[in-house]
């Protein structure tokens, strides 16, 4: 009988590799043992009645080669939306500011060297619907202004006795949401008898008249 190698794949594993999945691959060349008389040569074992030995891998047959799977392709990385890919929605337009003035709204009249308690005095007197308050955070309106008074000289009362003052004040009213101006007036009187009271309540009247003609 002529001598035929054959090739056999074994799968040896040792206990905690066998646990773990893991296994080895030997390739063995056997012969039978009438090809050589019965004997076995050192390096053989006796497997199923034929003679094998153990091969190295390079003298494996290419059919018992395992073939690996070849590697999927690295994913192509996606560019990330840069802003000018992402759509924007049109900003709406911007109307024109309102200047009526909402009846019942909160007001905060700023310092004005002492003009300011009679301008306060003054809305309550004349019936202005507008709610003054002691914070500007509060009032949804803010008036500002200057007042300036101009009182007789001595020599004026003493060759005279004329006390009475001149008398000058101007206010501005402005929408603290929208910063539009609601309300101006500017006020000037000679010979006053109640100096700044006079003013103010001038200033009181108009705005009063302002905010019931709109």
């Known amino acids: 009988m002529k001598h035929l190698p054959v090739?056999?794949?074994f799968l040896l594993a040792a206990g905690p590799a066998l646990a773990q999945q893991q296994s080895t691959t030997v390739q063995m060349q056997c012969r039978t043992l009438a090809s050589s008389g019965n004997f076995l040569a050192p390096d053989e074992t006796l497997v199923n009645g034929m003679a094998c030995k153990p091969?190295?891998?390079s003298q494996a047959t290419p059919a018992a080669v395992a073939v690996p799977n070849s590697p999927a392709p690295p994913a192509m990385p996606i560019a990330p939306a840069t802003?000018?890919?992402?759509?924007?929605?049109?900003?709406?337009a911007a109307g024109p500011a309102s200047t009526k003035i909402m009846p019942g709204s909160s007001v905060y009249i700023e310092p004005m060297n002492g003009f300011e308690n009679y301008l306060a005095?003054?809305?309550e007197?004349?019936?202005?619907?507008l709610i003054p308050v002691a914070s500007e955070g509060q009032a949804r309106y803010i008036i500002r202004g200057t007042s300036d008074e101009k009182k007789a000289g001595w020599a004026k009362m003493a060759f005279t006795g004329q006390i009475h003052s001149d008398d000058a004040a101007s206010v501005q009213m402005f929408d603290r949401t929208s910063g539009a101006i609601v309300f101006a007036y500017a006020v000037n009187k000679k010979n006053t008898l109640h100096g700044q009271q006079t003013t103010a309540e001038a200033c009181a009247k108009h705005l009063k008249e302002e905010i019931e003609k709109k």
């Open 125 to 129: 007197k004349k019936d202005v619907p």
């Open 83 to 92: 802003q000018s890919d992402v759509p924007t929605a049109a900003a709406p």
């Open 55 to 57: 091969v190295p891998a």
């Open 121 to 123: 005095a003054a809305l």
């Open 7 to 9: 090739l056999f794949v």
